[in-house]
């Protein structure tokens, strides 16, 4: 993980301010949904990317019934036989 060399506060409402170069460098928007991660010590934003509940693929995801499903797991769900 690189450093970006940017100092923010965190304010009384536990928020800090994105600076407009790296927003424009990652592509992220107002609006935007952002994900959270933790690992380890670290916190990790990045922009959110809907994944496979099954997978975890982030490749061809459609929402189904609120939720995430790939391509190749519509596919192979498809030829499950009926019992």
């Known amino acids: 993980m690189k450093p970006a060399g940017v100092v923010r506060k965190v304010d009384q ?4 301010v ?10 992220m928007n107002e609006g935007d949904p952002v994900e959270i991660l933790v690992q380890g010590d670290h916190i990790i934003l990045e922009r959110y990317r809907p994944r496979c509940v099954f997978c975890g693929n982030m490749e061809e995801v459609r929402e189904f019934k609120e939720r995430y ?3 190749q797991c519509i596919t192979e769900m498809s030829h499950l036989k009926r019992d």
Do not use: E, M, T, V
């Open 13 to 16: 409402l536990g928020r800090i």
């Open 18 to 27: 994105l600076p407009k170069s790296l927003r424009k460098r990652y592509q």
């Open 69 to 71: 499903l790939c391509a």
